[in-house]
Each structure stands twice: as structure tokens, then as C-alpha cells.
């Protein structure tokens, strides 16, 4: 429904997209995923029609969008910085796309659509308040509303929730699909925060340097990263990558030997990294592969505790429940087991390769 093909945009010596390509399908939740300077932004002002490309096409709906006006173009845009009007009302604000000559809608209807919209993002008490007196993430929130009220063909989110504190953004995050509009249309939305793209997207776009690296599910994108930085992007604590070669069985050996698994690693002699996240390890006896070390560092993080194990030259973390690893101390000797199943496998000379699934 919003398809990208091609796309390359510079500003001066700065290149903000670079071939991007992006197919986002009718009715999809999808979540473009990126750090700062990744052009997301630019990405969706392209889509929104706010900046031309160099080169490439923006489709909607099969159409090509070159030379459509952005009013035209029938997609309602969340700017990052809100673009309120601070003396109006908070429901004055949600209520002026709907006053504008090509959203205009019955009063009665308008105050039902506003009415959900402030009810699930937790507004709706201030809806008679001036938007000026209102806290950062009160305001992001109406500006997010602003955008949901309008009927439109896609939604175009900007980082929607990045200014709201941690607990009320984990809230809105859970709230925001069954807000009747987004079940019903089209949504782009763009977050540096692979948490909030797991937890959202029907599909995630990884954006890097202008490009979509990979596009999948949240299965596929986990299951098999395209090379170590998305790997590494999803998941905390991060996912652990041990530098080795396959043994001479097919088996994995760490460089220094300290470190076995008896996976199947590929052609003997290549240099691999192995990657394991913190979820398939456990402290003591478990399923799976059994190995050895001492504590290298622990943190709490509240119930659960992160313990880093030291094997040789190499790093392990996992996460084990309080009560099991509370009583560790650097250099206490620990044994953890590896659940095979979802180990992954990257060539270490070309770990932009994708990430193989490697099992027993
Ligand atoms: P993101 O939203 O992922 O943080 P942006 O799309 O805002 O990234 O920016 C991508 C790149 O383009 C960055 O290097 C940024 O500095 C640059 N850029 C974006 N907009 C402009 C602009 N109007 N003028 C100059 N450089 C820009
Ligand atoms: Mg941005």
C-alpha cells in the first residue's frame, strides 16, 4: 500500500537515503526500527510528500505520488516536534482536522471519534485545558490523537511515544493497536526502540544508513538477523557473540579453546561467531550443553539478576531469578548450560552475511 522503490535522498553531502526500498501491505502495523540519523524521518516526510526524493518512487495505493501535494496524498503525519496550538484547547486541538474543509464531520460524530481516541490515550481529563499548560508527554499525546481522529488512508507516526516516562509508554504502547482507527488503517510508525518495534509491528523494517537492511516478523528478524548489528539491536541483555572457528568434527571451538559446543558450525576451519542470547543460557544444570566458568560481574535488575560468566577470554550473560543468583560473587565458579535450538551462526569475515540457525 505505501511502496518505496529506489529511493535516494541527499541534503548537501549528507546522503538520508540511499536506495531505500519499503513495501508496507494494506492495513499492516508496520514498525520502521533505527538508530538517530538512520532516515526514518526522512523517510516519512517522502512518504507524507514534505520532501521530494533525488530519485525513486513513492507509491500509495498503486499511484505514483509524483507531483501529488501532500494535502493530497490522504496520509496524516505525527511529527516528532508536535505542531500544536499551544492557547487552543486540548480538544480544540484533536477537533481542528475535523473542522477543515476536507475532514469536515457532523459535530456529534466528531465528538465520538475524539472521545475514543482521548479515552485510550488517557486524555481525556484534560481536554479543556490549553494545550501550553500541559507537561511534555500530555502534549505528544494529544498531538498523537490529533492525527488519529482524521480519517485517513495510512498514519504516518514519528517516534509518538519517545517523549512519555517509561511506565506510561509501556501503557500506550499496549493500548495504541486497539484504537479502532490504527486496527483499521495503514500505519508506518518509527521508533529507535526495538522493544516498542517487537512489541507493535506486524512486520519490522531495520533501517541503517539510509537502507532497510532487513524486513520481517518479529520471529524472522529474531530467528534470523541479517548480520551481528541486528542481532545485537534486539534483545537486552544483548546477544552474545563468541569469536571461534569450526573444528575439524564441524563442532564450534572458541579461539582459545575454552569454550565447545557441539553444534553444526559449517566447513572446518572457518572463522564464526557464534551468537547466543542471554534466554538460552542457564545457571547450572539445564537443557542442553553444559560448560563451565567463573562470575564475572552481576546486576540486579529488580526480580531478575544479569550474570556475566567469564569462560577464558570470552563473555557470557544470561538473566536468572534473584533468589538462584543472589548469593554470587566475582570469581565464584558457576556451570550453565546452552539450549541449542536458536543458536545462530555468522561468518566472522562477512558478518553482514544473515544469521543461520544452528541446532545440535
Ligand atoms: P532519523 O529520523 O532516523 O533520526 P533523519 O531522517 O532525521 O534521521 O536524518 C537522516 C540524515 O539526514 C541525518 O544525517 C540528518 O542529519 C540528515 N538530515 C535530515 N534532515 C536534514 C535537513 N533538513 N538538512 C540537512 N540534513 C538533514
Ligand atoms: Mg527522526
Not at 94 to 110: F, G, V
Not at 165 to 186: N, S, W
Not at 309 to 338: C, T
Amino acid at each position: 500500500m505505501i511502496r518505496l522503490h529506489g529511493v535516494r535522498k541527499t541534503y548537501g553531502k549528507v546522503t538520508a537515503l540511499d536506495d531505500l526500498e519499503l513495501d508496507v501491505r494494506e492495513g499492516e502495523f508496520f514498525c520502521l526500527l533505527g538508530p538517530s540519523g538512520a532516515g526514518k524521518t526522512t523517510t516519512l516526510k517522502t512518504v507524507a510528500g514534505l520532501e521530494t526524493p533525488d530519485a525513486g518512487t513513492v507509491e500509495l495505493d498503486g499511484r505514483d505520488m509524483r507531483g501529488v501535494e501532500p494535502y493530497d496524498r490522504g496520509v496524516a503525519m505525527c511529527f516528532e516536534s508536535y505542531a500544536l496550538y499551544p492557547h487552543k484547547s486540548a480538544y480544540d486541538n484533536l477537533a481542528s482536522p475535523l473542522r477543515s474543509p476536507r475532514h469536515r464531520l457532523p459535530a456529534a460524530e466528531a465528538r465520538e471519534r475524539i472521545g475514543e481516541v482521548a479515552e485510550l490515550l488517557g486524555i481525556s481529563p484534560l481536554l479543556d485545558r490549553p494545550v501550553g499548560r500541559l507537561s511534555n508527554g500530555q502534549r505528544q499525546r494529544v498531538a498523537l490523537g490529533r492525527v488519529l481522529v482524521r480519517p485517513a488512508r495510512a498514519f504516518l507516526l514519528d517516534e509518538p511515544l519517545s517523549h512519555l516516562d517509561a511506565k506510561l509508554r509501556q501503557q500506550m504502547r499496549a493500548e495504541l493497536k486497539a484504537i479502532g482507527a490504527v486496527r483499521r488503517t495503514t500505519t508506518l510508525y518509527v521508533t529507535h526502540d526495538s522493544v516498542e518495534a517487537l512489541a507493535l509491528g506486524d512486520r519490522i523494517g531495520v533501517i541503517r544508513d539510509g537502507r532497510i537492511v532487513q524486513t520481517g516478523t518479529r520471529e524472522e528478524i529474531w530467528y534470523r538477523p541479517h548480520d551481528t548489528e541486528v542481532a545485537r539491536a534486539f534483545g537486552r541483555p544483548r546477544i552474545n557473540l563468541l569469536p571461534g572457528s569450526v573444528t575439524a568434527d564441524g563442532g564450534f571451538r572458541s579461539a582459545d579453546g575454552k569454550v565447545e559446543l557441539p553444534v553444526r558450525a559449517g566447513a572446518a576451519g572457518t572463522d564464526v561467531l557464534i551468537g547466543v542470547r542471554p534466554r538460552d543460557l542457564t545457571l547450572g544444570e539445564g537443557p542442553g550443553h553444559e560448560l563451565t566458568g567463573t562470575v564475572y560481574v552481576t546486576e540486579v535488575l529488580g526480580r531478575s539478576v544479569e550474570v556475566t560468566v567469564r569462560l577464558g577470554a570470552q563473555n557470557l550473560s544470561l538473566v536468572a531469578p534473584r533468589g538462584e543468583a543472589s548469593a554470587l560473587r566475582p570469581d565464584d565458579p558457576v556451570r550453565l548450560s546452552v539450549r541449542p535450538e536458536n543458536l545462530l551462526l555468522f561468518e566472522a569475515d562477512r558478518p553482514e552475511r544473515p544469521g543461520r540457525r544452528i541446532g545440535p
